[in-house]
């Protein structure tokens, strides 16, 4: 079993920034996938950005230019800078990992919300 936790998240003006954390349970954090994912009141799901194990890491459209994922290993957490925020990042962010390196979401973590005022 694999626990994650976020945290990071709260309210704040349009064109500020935050730093959400997820911190992973598990002794292999290093090979785990980790995913940044958001809902948006009343929409999907949607994938945010990933990063791979090996140091690769991908970004949605919506969000490239704003949006860095990293992680450090040595500390099993993966992190999601976020800057110049829009309204429209409102959302509950949510971490995931994929113990199976390229496969499936296996878990995932309970969220922390971003509100974004303008």
């Known amino acids: 079993q694999v626990q994650l936790v976020e945290s990071g998240g709260g309210l704040v003006q349009a064109g500020g920034s935050l730093r959400l954390s997820c911190v992973a349970s598990g002794r292999t954090f290093s090979r785990y996938t980790m995913g940044w994912f958001r809902q948006a009141p009343g929409k999907e799901r949607e994938l945010a950005a990933i990063?791979?194990?090996?140091?690769?890491?991908y970004y949605a459209d919506s969000v490239k230019g704003r949006f860095t994922i990293s992680r450090d290993n040595a500390k099993n957490t993966v992190y999601l800078q976020i800057d110049s925020l829009k309204p429209e990042d409102t959302a509950v962010y949510s971490c995931a990992a994929s113990t199976t390196g390229p496969g499936p979401y296996d878990y995932w973590g309970q969220g922390t919300q971003v509100t974004v005022s303008s």
């Open positions: 990063s791979w194990s090996g140091g690769s890491t």
